[in-house]
């Protein structure tokens, strides 16, 4: 059972509009997320993460923003570039996790065209 | 500093075969892990180790084996490689929990079972 769902599959942008991605999970005890980004033929990369005491962290062009009574975390670039075109995985961490063990959704293809 | 590293970059087996993929990591750290990662399933943990000469099974490990003998190498083998083990491996690891559950990855090993 996926506990943590990118629904979309896919989402093509336009260069220098808002890119918006999107992440839900089931597990309560999730208390920490994360997004990689991966492009073809590399292993994924660290972007930006969030803990559960707050609602918005920012890093640039990018933010994460969690409602946790939705259980929803979302991904915004802003300006979105082409070269921010690569999957992003959601990933989250249970609370008081020893194992350091994250939970991946099944990834949103990001395609920025210019 | 190499971070991690993975051997073989690529391969090729056919069913039956068995063969060893090699995760090196030069930064310490006492968590690693091997994912697999398959179209429209993102990155599912296979098996962990939480520190030298330990291993736990992940969410997809039959098939599979691991060693950790050397902190910083941790081994995933094949004893009887099968077409559905066709996939993108990745190994990751992480430092102390307590610094934060970002995981570093390589840069994957793509194998083919015919």
């Known amino acids: 059972d996926q506990q943590v769902k990118q629904n979309s599959p896919s989402l093509s942008v336009q260069e220098g509009r808002i890119s918006i991605l999107n992440c839900d999970y089931t597990?309560?005890?999730?208390?920490?997320f994360l997004w990689y980004k991966k492009y073809p033929a590399e292993g994924p990369t660290f972007l930006i993460s969030i803990s559960s005491i707050k609602d918005k962290n920012e890093d640039g062009r990018f933010t994460v923003f969690l409602n946790k009574s939705a259980k929803h975390l979302s991904l915004h670039i802003v300006p979105s570039q082409p070269g921010d075109s690569a999957v992003y995985f959601c990933?989250?961490?249970?609370?008081?996790?020893?194992?350091?063990?994250?939970?991946f959704g099944r990834g949103t293809q990001l395609t920025v065209w210019p | 500093n190499a971070g991690v590293t993975q051997t073989p970059k690529f391969r090729v087996l056919k069913t039956g075969q068995s063969m060893t993929l090699l995760c090196a990591q030069d930064?310490?750290?006492?968590?690693m892990y091997w994912y697999r990662q398959d179209p429209g399933m993102g990155l599912r943990l296979i098996h962990y180790?939480?520190?030298?000469?330990?291993?736990a099974k992940g969410e997809v490990p039959d098939g599979y084996n691991v060693s950790r003998l050397k902190k910083q190498n941790f081994l995933l083998g094949l004893e009887s490689a099968a077409p559905s083990q066709t996939s993108v491996y990745f190994c990751a690891s992480n430092g102390p929990i307590g610094l934060g559950y970002e995981q570093y990855f390589g840069p994957g090993t793509r194998l083919t079972v015919t």
């Open positions: 990933a989250a961490s249970p609370r008081g996790s020893t194992l350091g063990r994250l939970y």
């Open positions: 930064m310490n750290h006492e968590y």
């Open positions: 180790s939480v520190g030298e000469g330990t291993t």
């Open positions: 597990n309560s005890m999730f208390d920490y």
